[in-house]
């Protein structure tokens, strides 16, 4: 795989650095303090307003390159979940996701700067099918921690995944990033090539 | 999580065992020599026979104890696929499944010797929905020694998820072992405990 330009994530989440590099993509990471408050948005909107300005908002230390900004939320009948205030918010997020079909909507925006400047901007949905939970089961994964900085208050890639019955779409784009979508997008703006 | 007995992997998988540590286990790693010879079978029967067999050859050092061994296949259109011999046969594997749909199946058994000793098995299966690949694409990938190793000369778990449209079911069968079943199979015959 070949690609011309540096290419920076802005973001500051592991698991989307991880999604990169397993792509097999060269990047570094970028600054972005976008500012993440929306009106009531619908979740595919709210994903690709936040990843716009994600990737607007970043800085980086060249013109020419490309810019990637994501953005996550789970969404269950109309409610729109964000990363857990807390593990009392985590518990509450996720007795509504047990036994429940949700669904991961992920807005990535990939930004041109410099020559040839353009942006693309798209989301992706996966549904995510939860066994029904008891209440030591949440608890004992509140006490690992890892909710905290999750959207749902969950993470496929770990634990978690033992009661998570199936989800149907991109697994990638549950932890984050949705990778086969990303990998099209670049290859058709030609800003990777095999 | 609690568990009274020793849990021995009956796998040399890397991956099997990330799975098992994903999900909380303690175990240890089994040898098992069993005969991998199949007649010819669907799928499913195929699995777990031959996951059947390898906890009943694993030769572990104590009599109270549970075994776990799996096995894992790709299915498309009536062919079963495993591991491919070589790199050319890895190339008629992934030009089989591009742009289709497939399926991968685990079969698991959970092997309680000494006290209450019982057998259970079963098998889960997920779809996968691979894009078109083009022949610099496979190329590409099989140069990265990724696909020998694996049934169907792919694993989800790098690169190759970049050509991966989306699933339908567990990811980690897709990996190599149905987390979600496993962990139920094992609450409800109470060899773990919340």
């Given at each position: 795989?070949?690609?011309?330009?540096?290419?920076?994530?802005?973001?500051?989440?592991?698991?989307?650095?991880?999604?990169?590099?397993?792509?097999?993509?060269?990047?570094?990471?970028?600054?972005?303090?976008?500012?993440?408050?929306?009106?009531?948005?619908?979740?595919?909107?709210?994903?690709?307003?936040?990843?716009?300005?994600?990737?607007?908002?970043?800085?980086?230390?060249?013109?020419?390159?490309?810019?990637?900004?994501?953005?996550?939320?789970?969404?269950?009948?109309?409610?729109?979940l964000g990363k857990p205030k807390d593990r009392e918010d985590a518990k509450r997020m996720?007795?509504?996701?047990?036994?429940?079909?949700?669904?991961?909507?992920?807005?990535?925006?990939?930004?041109?700067?410099?020559?040839?400047?353009?942006?693309?901007?798209?989301?992706?949905?996966?549904?995510?099918?939860?066994?029904?939970?008891?209440?030591?089961?949440?608890?004992?994964?509140?006490?690992?921690?890892?909710p905290m900085?999750k959207?749902?208050a969950?993470?496929?890639?770990?634990?978690?995944?033992?009661?998570?019955?199936?989800?149907?779409?991109?697994?990638?784009?549950?932890?984050?990033?949705?990778?086969?979508?990303?990998?099209?997008?670049?290859?058709?703006?030609?800003?990777?090539?095999?």
């Amino acid at each position: 795989m070949k690609q011309k330009e540096t290419i920076y994530l802005a973001s500051k989440s592991p698991r989307r650095s991880e999604i990169l590099s397993l792509m097999g993509l060269r990047f570094q990471m970028a600054e972005s303090d976008a500012d993440e408050k929306t009106g009531r948005l619908a979740p595919a909107a709210m994903v690709e307003l936040l990843s716009k300005r994600k990737a607007e908002q970043a800085v980086v230390p060249e013109k020419n390159c490309v810019v990637i900004g994501s953005d996550t939320v789970v969404a269950y009948r109309g409610r729109v979940l964000g990363k857990p205030k807390d593990r009392e918010d985590a518990k509450r997020m996720l007795r509504l996701l047990s036994g429940k079909k949700s669904a991961v909507y992920t807005g990535v925006t990939v930004q041109v700067r410099g020559k040839d400047a353009r942006t693309v901007t798209f989301h992706t949905k996966t549904e995510v099918f939860f066994d029904e939970l008891s209440d030591a089961e949440i608890d004992e994964y509140i006490a690992t921690g890892d909710p905290m900085d999750k959207a749902g208050a969950y993470g496929i890639q770990g634990m978690f995944g033992r009661h998570i019955a199936g989800i149907r779409g991109d697994y990638y784009n549950v932890m984050g990033l949705p990778m086969n979508d990303l990998y099209k997008t670049l290859i058709k703006e030609k800003i990777i090539f095999i």
